[in-house]
């Protein structure tokens, strides 16, 4: 068999695959074999060991308990799925996750943090989507700092445009104004809807973030279709501070934006009911 060789420098997608087949090998171990332990075919980890699929946290996780790792692969795949995120994004995710303090103005899409599976999706169908299924997964991967022991303290704050443009139709959008709802009685996490009554406001220019860290400058960071701006600039920070303490204090209450949202869920993206009753999309 002709096996494709792998430089484990030129990406951490090739250093995952170099690492699975060494460790595999040195376990005495066949593609099939591993597999019949991971639940998934051999087939599938050929293909990773060769870079030519992106492994996913469970199956990482499962490689681990197999292969006695502790761990090590479980590690890498969150390096592997950042590196599939675009080039000029890498950069603020790896800071993003590192944050304590993370404040956002969102005018087109909810922020990528609070995206549901399906949303992320149909806002990815919309862009690049070339890899749709690793970009998908690479996402929301992202949403993993969420749940760490420390997660930071999110402030997001929704153009009321974000909660009518429908992504993915309405049992998508329901689903996603179902997920911001959850969040009502999260410390960590609050949702503000800044509503089209406010007109003119200080972010006109269009979505923007502050990331702010224990042991690193603040940041902003902005972006357009293909390619991101970031900057610890203290002039520019304080100036998109200010931007967004302004926002906040003309956004709805968290109460309010609450309620805003799920009068949306109910009145633009309610179940319809079928010829027989049986509710549907």
């Known amino acids: 068999m002709n096996i494709r060789k792998l430089d484990p420098s030129a990406s951490p997608l090739d250093y995952y695959g170099y690492e699975l087949r060494r460790t595999r090998e040195a376990a005495g171990l066949t593609l099939a074999q591993l597999g019949s332990i991971v639940f998934c075919t051999g087939s599938l980890v050929g293909q990773i060991e060769t870079a030519l699929k992106v492994p996913q946290r469970a199956f990482s996780e499962r490689v681990d308990a197999a292969l006695g790792t502790d761990g090590t692969f479980s590690r890498l ?36 943090l609070l995206q ?22 690479a996402r929301l991967d992202r949403q993993r700092i969420l749940t760490r022991e420390k997660p930071p303290l999110i402030w997001v704050i929704l153009d009321e445009a974000v909660l009518l443009r429908p992504f993915g139709g309405r049992e998508v959008m329901r689903g996603q104004l179902t997920h911001l709802l959850s969040f009502q009685d999260c410390r960590e996490v609050r949702v503000q809807v800044l509503p089209f009554s406010v007109g003119q406001h200080p972010a006109t220019a269009g979505s923007f973030n502050i990331l702010r860290f224990e042991d690193h400058p603040s940041i902003t960071y902005s972006e357009n279709y293909d390619s991101g701006y970031m900057t610890a600039n203290p002039d520019v920070v304080e100036d998109c501070s200010h931007r967004y303490d302004h926002l906040q204090a003309a956004a709805l209450s968290i109460e309010d934006s609450a309620a805003l949202i799920a009068r949306v869920r109910e009145e633009r993206y309610a179940e319809q ?8 999309a």
């Open 77 to 112: 795949v969150g390096l592997v799925l950042r590196s599939q995120l675009p080039s000029w994004f890498q950069p603020y995710a790896e800071l993003e996750a590192r944050a304590t303090h993370i404040a956002t103005y969102q005018s087109q899409v909810v922020y990528g």
């Open 116 to 137: 549901t599976p399906a949303y992320a999706r149909a806002v990815l169908e919309a862009g690049w989507s070339e890899t749709l299924d690793d970009q998908v997964a």
């Open 273 to 280: 009911s079928g010829p027989d009753g049986s509710a549907v």
